[in-house]
């Protein structure tokens, strides 16, 4: 812009812009500034060349990408150029060789890297080189060497590779990836020991191990047992992390007692007692605070465990996490209260409608309808209040919601009726909710008669501006094919209907159809493009410019287009310039709409697009040669994009994941057909998979084991990975490789392990069944076992509970599922089909119903185990959940409606939390926070400050001050503050909360909403008061002078011509008495006195000697005495002054107010009596003007008196407004008028 404005011109100006639906581009401006009639504008084009920066971009990092993938592969990568010369020695390479690239012959190699053949013995000869290999057209698979490399032990490694070529067949180079196989080796080799079958006794103390532990995962449930004799303690899995402690050695009693809180530790140790001298069970909800710091709700069961002897030897029992249960149902009271806070606290009128009728209005509805309470309208038809114009429309709105549940409503603008019959406009909107057992609607209002007001002033006041042409990044031509649309009527005429077919027949119709083209005008973009001298220069040389068969087949499409009937055409075409220069542009073709009938005008875009084509031409060239790369390496490589899909994988990722490339791209990591394992055998979290964490830390990750479960075996690999960022350091890939360790991983796990496990595993059979039992009864989860060699089924004892059937009765699998309604049982059929036919295990919530006729809902999970490829068992767990299902859909309804209400109020809810401490956070934040933060609810959620520091500094302490009293007196939250937008714009906000103390902080539910524009116009307003006030002043005052103008005039020249004219007449009497008519003089004489009385009293009336000589107190009794005498009032002043020392301003304003009151009583008020009295209060001054006339009606406002000198009694309001002073009328029709006037005397503002 300062280009422009200094030079007069810009050229060739890059910026980013963001279009109006938020995308991001690059635009290319150049601009001059002309003059045209006189008046001078500004004229420019835009070019985009996003896609060429983006070419250029994607081009280099493609190269920074192949480094850094290079770089951070845990295998070596070496490569080799066209002419056998080395170029790349990865970080891994050099460790391994111990040196980097040497400038040495082929025939060196072996020797100075330390190649070697398998034995480690004998020196590679130079045929036998890997990359040497490859380089001469071989492909290399799996050939192992040995490299020694100085100081480090020998290493044995797997080397895969190839040469690489471009399309056209032409050699670029070779490449060999080398993988470290020698701890693989060493354990293949040591591998001794053989496989021992434990089936039959572990099957057993698997069934029950997997029950425990899935119904201790489900559940959070762990079992204990206390040996009375040894005071040993053992713990299982769940308990230890309960405990918030790693699993090991169980703390001592009086640890575990210290972690119930609350009053929760004396309750347990007389259960414990108890249950000990009474041996008598307890379960207890007990308040517990774990090694973590986390409080916790538990549910502790014990049992007491007898000897043959009736003698008590030992405790066991169970131990549950119930916190999310409390929460569930705490929230669900929370939910209900916020809900009816959230629906009082709303500024917006809100009702909720069933069968038609009210069922409840906040206060705000209330007010609207101009009722006293809620119980005026409660059961009325709401339609009443509506007019009836609208009736239709809204019936048929309601209508078409009940019947599509799947419309958003739209607000509904309508007229509303009071009680008082007064038509308001309003904007409704609905949702359908369930009420007090009914269908009915939540329905919200907003006034919106301001807004129509304004809108009628808005299209009473558009005026229509004319705009100047928008001048495209491109050459323009105008040109006229109304010749071409004659030719095309002719050939229609003749019977022609595809053109494409004609003009494929009749090639020289075309070329005859080209000359027929006028280019009626050209812009100057094409100079440079076109590489011509000027515009002249342009045209002479259009047939030169598309002489080329790929530039006649274009033209040719083109003209079948138009002939058509299209009225737009666009493709890439190439051209050659003046120079000889090829060039690629990019063609559009508009008819302008006022000649789709003749073609007189067409208008011709072209963008040079050349250099775009060559890049997009370098960036094919560089993925080629790096998926050749990728291709050869022995790692497998996968690329994530932002969102964990996958966008690419290599040949080898594709062998070590069982699959195929076309199985595998386009997956996200959570569609995996398996899951993914730590190293320990532990199921691996998706929020933990090396993808996510790369993408949440934005850093590397090396040499990460990791388990793939694969439906017919596992894989193990190890991973590494780096994520891949755009110039704002935004991660837009994520490139992870990893190598097979399988086998090696399989051998480790066959040398570890141990005989004991079985010895170990048939002691806890015993232990394993009770705490299995007792921990269904608690979790209501139940485990099954069918073996689907017998068909023998194996139910626990909480399955028998679930399914109220007999004990030692399982049913079989057909009669199982009988035990599922109609429209579950296709679900649980199919998931069993697929379990025992595809090995695919299941986890799936459906709806049950008992032997008893109990409807209830259950969690069934499946596993299945296979043998040579077939499944020969089936087991798992099942749940009773029916409370969870009860109390997430009450949740569910409840959030349901509060999201109803957030989304449809003005402004953001919140729910704002101060603690003790001080520290504070947002809990809940409406969608609502977009609108008026420019924040995402999530983003606020995460980080309050982000809004905190939007707040204008001059605010702050204002807003602190304000949270603070409400925090401390529980008062209701009111505040008005400016904020700074991220978008720079500032913005007015109200909050309004209610705040509510819960244990040892307050949380408000507020609603914030934008106020801008009632600020704005409060800012408009008070300018125009103050504009108002200056000129009502100044107008006083003129007027003041031109009364004291017009009686000195009066005095000094009128008056004095009359007396000396009366002297005159007299003299003259007296002089030529006989000789005159005297009684003719007398009448001449008598109406010399009366003008002379008339223009003395028009003097006092319009600037009164008195008020600027003897001051104000003197003046109001002149007055007094005058108007009594002149209008026959009985008046009386009376005042607690004697003398008043005023500004000139003060005295003429306070004087005239009272004048221009006193001549209203007089005029209107058919008054007999009139009270004046002036009196001082300390520093206030009071005046009161009273009469006993006919009244007027107080409601109609005041109104301005055309006929009188000054603004009547509008005129009044203003002159006491500026003395900073109130007015205040007492009247009624029939009753009389008091008027009282207040200020501050002596004010700052005018001494």
């Known amino acids: 812009g300062q280009q422009l404005i200094k030079n007069g011109k810009v ?25 045209i009639n006189n008046e001078k504008y500004i004229l420019g084009i835009i070019e985009d060349v996003t896609e060429m920066r983006i070419a250029e971009l994607e081009l280099k990092r493609q190269s920074e990408f192949i480094h850094t993938m290079t770089e951070n592969q845990p295998a070596g990568i070496v490569a080799c150029d066209a002419v056998g010369k080395l170029v790349l020695f990865n970080k891994a390479a ?21 190649l070697y053949r398998e034995d480690g013995k004998t020196i590679l000869e130079m045929d036998d080189i890997p990359l040497i290999k490859a380089f001469k057209g071989k492909k290399v698979e799996n050939y192992e060497m040995v490299i020694k490399a100085v100081g480090q032990k020998p290493r044995l490694v797997s080397c895969n590779g190839a040469s690489f070529f471009e399309k056209s067949g032409k050699r670029l180079g070779a490449v060999i990836v080398m993988t470290d196989i020698t701890q693989e080796r060493i354990i293949e080799n040591n591998l001794k020991k053989s496989e021992s079958d434990l089936r039959k006794a572990l099957m057993e103390v698997e069934r029950n191990e997997f029950l425990l532990n899935e119904a201790g995962r489900m559940a959070k449930i762990g079992a204990w047992e206390f040996d009375l004799a040894t005071q040993e303690i053992r713990w299982s899995d769940q308990v230890f992390e309960l405990h918030g402690i790693a699993k090991g050695e169980v703390p001592d009693f009086d640890f575990i007692m210290s972690c119930y809180i609350d009053g929760s530790e004396e309750i ?34 014990g049992y007491p465990i007898m000897n043959e002897k009736d003698e008590i030897v030992s405790l066991r029992g169970v131990v549950q996490d119930i916190t999310e249960q409390k929460k569930k149902e705490n929230e669900l009271k929370f939910s209900e209260k916020r809900f009816r806070a959230m629906i009082e606290g709303a500024p917006d009128p809100i009702f909720i409608q069933t069968n038609k009728c009210f069922a409840y209005l906040n206060k705000h509805a209330v007010n609207l309808f101009g009722a006293k309470d809620e119980k005026e309208l409660i059961g009325k038809p709401v339609l009443d209040f509506f007019h009836p114009d609208f009736h239709k429309a809204a019936l048929e709105r309601i209508k078409k919601l009940n019947s599509d549940k ?63 042409f928008e001048n495209q990044p491109t050459i323009i031509w105008e040109e006229d094919f109304s010749d071409l649309k004659k030719q095309f009527d002719d050939l229609k005429k003749e019977g022609v209907e595809d053109f494409n077919i004609y003009f494929d027949q009749h090639p020289e119709v075309v070329k005859e159809l080209a000359a027929k083209v006028k280019v009626v005008e050209v812009n100057s973009t094409g100079i440079e493009i076109l590489e011509a001298e000027s515009k002249e220069d342009i045209v002479k040389n259009i047939p030169y410019y598309f002489d080329s068969d790929e530039a006649w087949l274009k033209f040719k499409e083109e003209l079948v287009a138009l002939a058509h009937g299209e009225v737009s055409f666009q493709c890439e075409i190439p051209i050659r310039t003046v120079k000889g220069n090829s060039k690629t542009l990019y063609l559009k073709l508009i008819v302008h709409p006022d000649y789709t009938n003749d073609l007189k005008k067409v208008v011709v875009t072209f963008q040079d697009i050349s250099e775009i084509k060559k890049a997009e031409k370098e960036l094919r060239d560089s993925e080629y040669k790096l998926k050749e790369l990728l291709n050869n390496l022995d790692s497998g490589i996968v690329i994530h994009a932002a969102d964990t899909s996958i966008i690419f994988n290599n040949q080898k990722a594709a062998e070590i994941l069982r699959s195929s490339y076309d199985k595998i791209t386009g997956k996200h990591v959570f569609d995996y057909p398996w899951n993914f394992l730590n190293e320990d055998g532990s199921i691996l979290s998706l929020e933990d998979y090396p993808v996510n964490q790369i993408l949440k830390r934005k850093e590397v990750i090396k040499n990460m084991v990791i388990g793939m479960n694969h439906k017919e075996n596992t894989i193990w690999a190890i991973l590494s990975g780096f994520p891949v960022f755009n110039e704002k350091r935004e991660i837009i890939e994520v490139v992870t490789s990893f190598i097979d360790i399988t086998a090696q991983v399989e051998a480790n796990l066959r040398l570890t392990e141990n005989e004991a496990e079985l010895k170990m595993a048939l002691t806890e059979i015993e232990r394993s069944e009770f705490f299995l039992n007792e921990t269904g009864k608690l979790s209501k989860i139940g485990g099954w076992d069918l073996d689907l060699t017998t068909m023998t089924p194996y139910f626990s004892e909480e399955t028998y509970r679930i399914y109220e059937i007999p004990h030692g009765k399982p049913p079989k699998l057909e009669d199982g599922i009988l035990f599922y309604p109609i429209e579950a049982r296709e679900l649980v059929q199919k998931a069993v089909s697929d379990a025992i036919e595809k090995h695919i295990n299941y986890d799936i919530e459906v709806p049950f119903i008992t032997a008893k006729g109990k409807h209830i809902w259950v969690r069934t999970i499946g596993q299945v185990q296979v043998k040579e490829g077939v499944a020969i068992r089936l087991f798992g767990t099942i749940q009773d959940i029916t409370n969870l299902k009860k109390t997430q859909l009450e949740i569910e309804k409840t959030n349901d409606l509060l999201e109803a209400i957030t989304n449809n109020l003005p402004g953001a809810v919140i729910q704002y939390k101060m603690n003790s401490d001080g520290s504070d956070a947002l809990t809940y934040v409406s969608s609502g926070s977009n609108e008026i933060w420019g924040i995402k609810p999530e983003e606020a959620l995460k980080d309050n400050s982000k809004i905190w520091n939007q707040i204008d500094k001059n605010s702050i302490d204002e807003v602190n001050d304000s949270l603070q009293k409400s925090y401390l007196n529980l008062s209701p939250w009111n505040v008005e503050f400016k904020s700074k937008l991220p978008n720079g714009k500032n913005k007015w906000i109200q909050g309004i909360g209610t705040p509510k103390k819960i244990d040892d902080s307050v949380i408000w539910s507020s609603i914030m909403l934008d106020i801008t524009n009632r600020k704005e116009a409060d800012e408009s307003i008070k300018k125009y ?19 004291k103008d017009i009686a000195a005039n009066i005095h000094d020249h009128l008056s004095q011509s009359l007396v000396i004219s009366k002297m005159k007449v007299r003299e003259f009497i007296k002089k030529n008495n006989s000789s005159l008519n005297v009684q003719d003089l007398t009448t001449v004489i008598q109406h010399l006195s009366d003008a002379i009385e008339n223009s003395r009293k028009i003097t006092y009336d319009l600037s009164p000697p008195v008020l600027y000589e003897l001051g104000l107190i003197e003046t109001l009794y002149w007055l007094a005495e005058k108007t009594q005498k002149e209008h026959g009032l009985k008046v009386s002043f009376n005042t607690n002054q004697e003398y008043l020392k005023l500004s000139e301003k003060e005295l003429i304003l306070i004087f005239r107010t009272i004048q221009e009151l006193i001549n209203n009583t007089i005029k209107h008020a058919k008054a007999t009596e009139l009270i004046i009295k002036l009196n001082i209060q300390v520093t206030l001054f009071e005046i009161l003007i009273a009469d006993n006339g006919i009244g007027f009606d107080e409601d109609l406002g005041i109104k301005t008196e055309k006929n009188n000198t000054g603004f009547g009694l509008f005129s009044v309001k203003e002159r006491i407004q500026n003395l900073f002073g109130t007015i205040d009328f007492d009247t009624a029709i029939g009753k009389g008028t008091r008027v009282k006037i207040t200020f501050p005397l002596n004010s700052s503002k005018y001494n």
């Open 406 to 468: 799947t419309l958003v409503p739209e607000p509904f603008e309508q007229i509303l009726i009071k009680l008082n019959g007064k038509e308001v406009w309003v904007e409704t909107k609905g949702e359908p909710i369930f009420f007090n057992n009914e269908n009915g609607g939540l329905v919200f209002i907003r006034d919106i008669s301001f807004r129509k007001n304004a809108e009628k002033e808005l299209r009473d006041s558009e005026k229509r501006y004319k705009t100047l």
């Open 94 to 114: 050099k460790e391994w060789h111990g040196i980097d690239i040497l400038k040495i012959s082929q025939d060196q190699w072996a020797e100075n890297y330390g």
């Open 268 to 301: 347990l140790r007389n259960a414990i007692e108890e249950c000990i001298n009474q041996k008598k069970k307890y379960e207890l909800e007990l308040r517990f605070e774990n090694a973590r710091k986390e409080k916790l709700w538990v549910k502790a069961i």
């Open 11 to 35: 050229k060739d100006f890059e910026a980013e812009f963001v279009t109006k639906s938020g995308e991001d581009r690059i635009w290319k401006t150049s601009g001059e500034i002309v003059q």
């Open 1025 to 1043: 008061q103050e504009s108002l006030q200056k000129l009502t002043i100044e107008l006083s005052l003129i007027e003041e002078k031109q009364r």
